[in-house]
């Protein structure tokens, strides 16, 4: 386990995360509950040292696969700030290599619980970023009462595109700006949002920014996670598998194979090397 440093001798998410590396990607090695609290108190501190808003993406199987043969992905998701183990996949590689992540943090674990922990800091503000306008009107108004005291300082709904033009990314930014919000949470397709935030976070009047994906149908019910029993014994992938076959099964029946093999492949290296 090593400890992830920022710019200008803070850490990251606070003063120092404790990171696990997987991949050449480092993982935060804490449990959710430690993560939180470690991203509430960045978030009320203000802008890092350098000015630019700090972020988190999730890294799970799916998206490693697909970074291998997607350099900006790859990029993106190194540049995370905060790079959280999203799937039962990367707790068991992080076992086989002896890593220290003994838990999973789901995009929806992060919006959870730090929602909660801001709603009782109550002054937070939030800002919506993808999906369509239904589902960002159903997520403002549950965010009103599930957690009054987060203001919700706008939303937006980009078009549906694989990659966006000049003039479509300069009005996100104009909208998010004139917002002004502390979090902005940005919910489209992976890799692309990781990409997008890479690219722009610069641009960002914002504190925080949350690459969390299929969060907003789950928070609005557009989407039903899986039962606890499923969540809790690392098989919340089964469900949906059955519930969206033809949109799920690579990512079940392919990434995850490839990612072990890798994963055994680095732990075979790292014999070789002692």
């Keep these: 386990m090593v400890l992830l440093s ?17 991949l050449n990607y480092q993982v935060a090695a804490l449990p959710p509950k430690d993560c939180v609290a470690a991203l509430r108190d960045r978030i009320t501190q203000g802008r890092g040292d350098n000015g630019s808003p ?10 490693v696969r697909m970074a291998m043969t997607d350099p900006e992905a790859a990029a993106a998701l190194k540049a995370a700030d905060v790079l959280v183990p999203d799937g ?4 068991i590689a992080s076992r086989v290599l002896g890593g220290g ?9 992060v919006f959870r619980e730090l929602s909660v922990a801001l709603n009782e800091f109550g ?15 159903a997520i403002q108004g549950k965010l009103a009462e599930d957690f009054p005291r987060i203001r919700c300082a706008g939303a937006y709904s980009p078009p549906f595109a694989q990659t966006f033009s000049d003039a479509e990314t300069r009005a996100m930014i104009a909208a998010v700006n004139k917002a002004a919000p502390d979090v902005l ?14 690219w722009n976070k610069n641009k960002l009047n914002v504190r925080f920014i949350g690459a969390v994906g299929a969060v907003f149908d789950f928070y609005t019910g557009n989407v039903k996670r899986s ?9 919340e992938w089964l469900p949906r598998l ?11 029946l392919v990434s995850a194979p490839v990612f072990f093999w890798h994963v055994l492949k680095q732990k075979t290296q790292s014999f070789r090397q002692v």
Excluded at 6 to 22: F, L, Y
Aim: a positive charge; one cysteine or more; aromatic letters at 12%.
């Design 123 to 137: 002054k937070a503000s939030y800002f919506f970023l993808g999906s369509k306008e239904s589902t960002l009107q």
């Design 54 to 63: 700090f972020w988190l993406a999730c890294l799970n199987p799916h998206s």
């Design 185 to 198: 949470w940005v919910g489209m397709t992976a890799p692309k949002q990781e990409k997008w935030i890479y």
């Design 242 to 252: 059955v519930q969206e076959p033809r949109r799920l099964w690579s990512r079940t």
């Design 6 to 22: 920022g710019e200008g001798g803070k850490g990251r998410a606070g003063d120092m995360v404790p990171v696990a590396p997987i």
């Design 227 to 235: 039962h606890p029993w499923f969540l809790d014994h690392g098989l």
């Design 88 to 91: 039962v996949g990367i707790v």
């Design 101 to 109: 992540i003994q838990e999973r943090i789901t995009g929806s674990d």
